[in-house]
């Protein structure tokens, strides 16, 4: 029981900072440009399946560079000739153009790598048990996935707040008129934002594919959930995107390993449920099964009580 | 006699900051009341008010003598008050004669029906023409209205609001960015369309003011100065100091 | 003062413009009613009738969209649990119907699926439609994916992996009127989509549906008006998800199985492809965008596997370049048209489209030798496209289809701006210079 808690808890961690690795440039993006971007969920794909061929053909490490490099040169072309000129249209016509990319990047993916998944293995030197405790192990490589993600926090943390950049960025976060006004370029602080904000999705999806598995579906998996982050944690809100970040991928972890379901409690408790009624499935299932769903459950719920999110302070 | 719209010790303040300090003011129905005073003193913060917009931080707002305080804009709309904007606040891609016939929808009874075929219905359709009648705006009834004019879409913001049959009409600054002869059009709009109504409007120029308004209301810092006749509100040194800024002292 | 016309002349003379004005009303309509009933007839391949079965499904469906998106400025990423919805209760109601519990002739089916929507919509929809724009569109993908996983945990209404499935011949009949072969089929699907479509077009033109469109084009100064934007939202959901729920019952008839798929991101997807392409701001444009991207969907995939591919970049040029989808760039045509210098055009468009021929057809050709050697078995070494072999481990029709599709890119650039510039100078008020 303790060792479940334990590595349930170190596991969500580890999802929740690649959650927010993902979510922070989501909300970047989207507190900058009013665009929720569908593609993001995208370049962290373009990301993993980079370091997948990079990785068996000149090695991990340099995939750590290379492929957020690439991702982000690409996001910033998508930004300057594609959501520019959409931006125009409206929020409604940038959110579908964004969706159009997302489309085109998961039919591209399939098109180059074809639609089985892709064996991206964890990288030899990681591959090892970090330390034992309570029966089971904690491998290497999550320890360095937790790595990356807090130096990429504290990277974030450091340029917003310690360098000038950092605040023309903050400032164009919530006044991006007055800061064109003194004489910055704004649009190219966008493209910026959004080529950063896509290399830092590649990252996540380079370090994180070995763990979450590489395949056509993963930006529509993981692309859901960021979206669920991204708007608990309240709209252009970096604060609340850690702390949703975590609050999910600790909530997802501990779901997935709970095997109990609403008709063994009861049993336990002495009740006796009808099994083939119509609403057996009501007592069969589990906690596990349910978990896909529990993000969503969460995002309908607070949308409904708080439409700001827990943090945030706009709703568009 | 019932006040047409009366505010009761009114305070709103955004975050910490007061912007209406106590405003006790009643409009009396049927006359044409203008609201003054220097940018920044709460104009239209105090029509967001009445209207709905905003909820007061604390103060009653009645509307006919029945307590509105706290209610939805259609809710107010609903009780026979309607506003204009100072910004405006048309449906751009309706045409000019659909922008009428929006506004006239709701007092004729139709509500939310999916029953009825609106261009079937004869008494949209006359009552919509005889405000564009009164805009001048027929000639254009079927461009949309994003495409109008700066000085037709004030007219046809104007239609908007009266096209109801509401007896409170609220403007918020009716003709600004017009030019003299525009202004004269509106001005004649104006009186035309409130002829037997309570109007309110906030309002700069003014001419305007002096030529439309039986009594102005003075605003300036969430508070009202002055409540009286036009001659009465030009004499006052008080309205004086507060455009204009006390008398330098000399030597 | 002339004294009035016999009475006997008036309800004569009165009657001709009574009769012009009624045909102009409501022509467009009884002509797409021939059209649509002589359809099999003309068509005679034996793929095409299911393909036009798919075809009006997706046009209720499309259409019930729009009246969220184009009509009422609500972004749905989640519409097909609506649909999916809809198709599932009616699956139920045809296997109850099948097993006599409950009189349903088949041909009713879709006002089953129609109601299921209907209920789902005012459930869902009382919590989706207090905000509009980006919330509404997170809400809206929270809930299509909380129903799609559902569909995995609750067997006993989606059964699961395999689905529900139904028999259509097995429901008692009505009228007489069998509903087993496809045409027969077709036959329900176009009386309930040109049903379907009048009610939403009269809808559209209710007092309700004009103040969808003012609640679309500034929420705030409808609620001046007396209107609340979330009721008028709200109704407007419900209206879209008893459409939506119609077509599902329409596909539960054709393709007697229902599966969580149906209900899925991918379907959302789909019906917003289609809507946006075919124009969101006119009443015909879902019309348009459903029978197109059907067309290429079961077309072009018996051709290629890539479809959704050329779909997407067909998607993505329509956001860029013409936002206003297919009616609108005919509309746009209507002034030129009617000016009879259509003729004009005529040269200019042809080149252009020539042009863009042969550059997709280069880069088509790669992109679909890329698939083949990404996908083939490692000995292969030649395709067919289109019939023509291609020898792909050669490096002639590599070569070939970049210079195709080069050529094709330097002569738009040349074309493309010279058709632009006719059509405005064709568009000019005055008439050509």
Redesign the interface.
């Known amino acids: 029981m303790l060792s479940l808690v334990f590595f349930s808890l170190l596991n969500g961690l580890v999802f929740g900072l690649l959650l927010f690795m993902l979510s922070s440039g989501l909300t970047l993006i989207f507190g900058m440009m009013g665009v ?1 971007n569908f593609a993001h969920a995208g370049f962290y794909m373009l990301g993993a399946y980079l370091g997948y061929t990079m990785s068996i053909t000149v090695g991990f490490w340099p995939a750590l560079v290379v492929a957020p490099l690439a991702v982000g040169a690409l996001g910033a072309v998508v930004e300057r000739f ?1 959501l520019r ?2 931006h125009r ?1 409206g ?3 940038e ?3 964004t ?3 997302a ?2 990047i998961e ?2 993916v399939q ?4 639609r089985p998944a892709k064996s991206y293995v964890v990288p030899a030197a990681l591959d090892f048990p970090l330390f034992q405790v309570f029966q089971g192990s904690f491998p290497a490589y999550k320890a360095f996935m937790l790595g990356i993600s807090v130096a990429i926090f504290a990277f974030l943390v450091a340029v917003f707040t310690r360098t000038r950049a950092g605040l023309v960025i903050q400032a164009s976060l919530t006044h991006p008129g007055m800061v064109a006004m003194l004489g910055h370029n704004v649009p190219r602080v966008f493209m910026v934002v959004f080529g950063v904000g896509s290399a830092l999705a590649a990252l996540a999806g380079v370090i994180a594919g070995p763990v979450l598995g590489t395949f056509p579906g993963m930006a ?1 998996v993981l692309g ?1 959930i960021v ?2 982050v991204v ?1 608990i944690g309240g ?1 252009g809100s970096l604060a609340g995107a850690f702390v949703a970040s975590l609050l999910i991928g600790v909530i997802q972890t501990f779901a997935v390993a709970i095997n109990v379901s609403l008709g063994s409690t009861l049993a336990s408790l002495g009740i006796q449920v009808d099994a083939t009624g ?1 609403f ?2 009501l007592w069969r ?1 589990t906690v596990a ?2 978990a ?2 529990l993000p ?2 969460l ?2 719920l607070i ?2 009580v708080r ?1 700001t999110g827990l943090f945030g302070t706009r ?2 | 006699m019932t006040p047409a719209v009366e505010l009761i010790d009114v305070h709103k303040a955004f975050g910490r900051t007061p912007i209406i300090r106590g405003v006790t003011l009643a409009v009396e129905a049927g006359t044409r009341q203008a609201l003054i005073g220097p940018n920044g003193a709460g104009k239209s913060t105090l029509f967001n008010l009445i ?1 709905g ?1 905003y909820p007061v931080s604390s103060g009653r707002i009645r509307l006919k003598g029945e307590d509105v305080t706290g209610r ?3 809710e107010i ?2 009780r026979g008050l ?2 204009s ?1 100072q910004v405006t ?6 045409s000019v004669y ?1 922008n009428v ?3 006239v ?3 004729l009874g ?10 079937a ?1 004869r008494d949209a359709h006359e009552r919509t023409e005889t405000v564009l009648e009164q805009l001048h705006l027929a000639a254009r009834r079927h461009v949309p209205a994003g495409v109008l004019s700066y000085a037709e879409q004030r007219a046809l913001e104007i239609g ?1 609001t009266i ?2 049959g509401a007896d409170v009409i609220l403007l918020d600054e009716p003709t600004s960015g017009m030019s003299r002869s525009e202004t004269e059009q509106v001005v004649q709009l104006i009186r035309q369309v409130t002829a037997g109504k309570t109007l309110l409007m906030v309002e700069h120029d003014m001419s305007v003011v002096f030529d439309l308004a039986d009594r102005i209301a003075v605003l300036v810092y969430g508070q009202v100065i002055a409540h009286d006749t036009p001659e009465r509100i030009r004499a006052s040194t008080a309205v004086q100091e507060a455009y204009l800024g006390a008398p330098a002292r000399v030597g | 003062m002339s004294a009035p016309a016999p009475a006997a002349a008036r309800p004569v003379a009165a009657a001709a413009p009574a009769r012009a004005r009624w045909l102009r009303r409501y022509g467009v309509w009884l002509a797409a009613a021939v059209v649509v009933a002589a359809l099999p007839h003309v068509a005679r391949t034996p793929a095409a009738v299911p393909v036009m079965n798919q075809m009006g499904i997706a046009v209720v469906f499309a259409l019930s969209y729009n009246m969220l ?1 184009g009509q009422g ?1 609500m ?1 749905s990423f989640g519409h097909a649990v609506y649909f999916g919805l809809g198709g599932f209760i009616a699956a139920h109601a045809l296997n109850l119907a099948g097993r006599g519990a409950v009189y349903l002739p088949a041909p009713l089916l879709p006002l089953v699926g129609g109601l299921g929507g209907l209920a789902f919509a005012v459930l869902f929809g009382s ?1 989706s439609t ?2 509009a ?3 509404f ?3 809206s ?3 299509g ?2 129903m799609a ?2 569909s ?6 989606f059964g699961g992996e395999e689905g529900i499935t139904a028999n259509r011949a097995k429901a008692p009949l009505l009228l007489g009127l069998p509903v087993t072969t496809d045409q027969q089929v077709y036959y329900l699907i176009a009386f309930w989509a040109l049903l379907a479509t009048v009610l939403m077009y ?2 559209s ?7 969808a ?2 609640v ?3 929420p ?9 934007a979330q ?2 939202r709200f ?1 407007s959901f419900c ?1 879209a998800g008893f459409f939506a729920g119609v077509a599902g019952g329409l596909f539960a008839v054709n393709y007697e199985i229902l599966t969580g798929a149906n209900m899925g ?1 991918a379907a959302s ?1 789909a019906v ?2 289609m809507t ?1 392409i075919g124009g969101i701001g006119y009443f015909a444009g879902p019309i348009l965008g459903a029978i197109v991207f059907t067309f290429l969907q079961s077309m072009l995939s018996d051709y290629t596997s ?1 479809w ?2 050329y779909v ?2 067909i ?2 040029a329509a ?2 370049f013409a ?1 206003m989808g297919l009616a609108g760039v005919l509309a746009m045509h209507g002034p030129v048209w009617r000016a009879r210098r259509a003729g004009r055009l005529v040269g200019p468009y042809l080149a252009a489209a020539l042009a863009a021929l042969v550059a997709i057809a280069g880069v088509v050709g790669l ?1 679909e030798m ?2 083949f050697v ?2 083939a078995p490692a000995g292969a070494a030649s395709m067919r496209l289109l019939g023509l072999p291609l020898a792909v481990r050669a490096a002639w029709p590599w070569l070939g289809f970049i210079a195709l599709a080069v050529t094709g890119a330097v002569a738009l650039r040349r074309a493309g701006p010279r058709a632009a510039a006719a059509f405005a100078e064709a568009s000019r008020p005055g008439g050509p210079r």
């Not at chain 1, 098109?111 to 074809?114: A, E, H, I, K, Y």
């Not at chain 3, 995995?152 to 209404?157: G, T, W």
Request: with cysteine; net charge positive; glycine share 8%.
């Open positions: 929720l594609g000129r959409v249209f929020h409604v016509a959110l579908i153009f969706f159009g990319v489309v085109l039919e591209v098109l180059v790598w074809g529509q859901s979206f669920v708007v709209l119509p057996q499935d299932v099964q349910v896909p769903i969503y459950l995002l309908v949308l409904i439409p709703e568009t | 209207t917009k939805r804009p259609y709309n609903r309607s506003r904007f606040n048309i449906f751009p891609w309706l659909e016939r929006c506004g929808l709701w007092s139709y509500r939310y029906s999916f029953w009825h075929r609106v261009d219905a908007i096209a109801g | 998106l400025g972004l919590v207090r905000r724009g980006t919330v569109a997170m809400i993908l929270g809930i994916e909380m996983a559902s995995l945990i609750v067997d006993r209404f009269a809808f033109r209710t007092p309700l549906g004009r103040m469109n003012a679309r084009d500034n705030e100064r409808a609620e001046f008006v007396g209107y609340s009721w008028v109704l209206a991101a997807g917003l492809l946006y890539l959704l591919l997407g970049v998607f993505l956001v860029l936002p992109l890329v698939h990404v996908v």
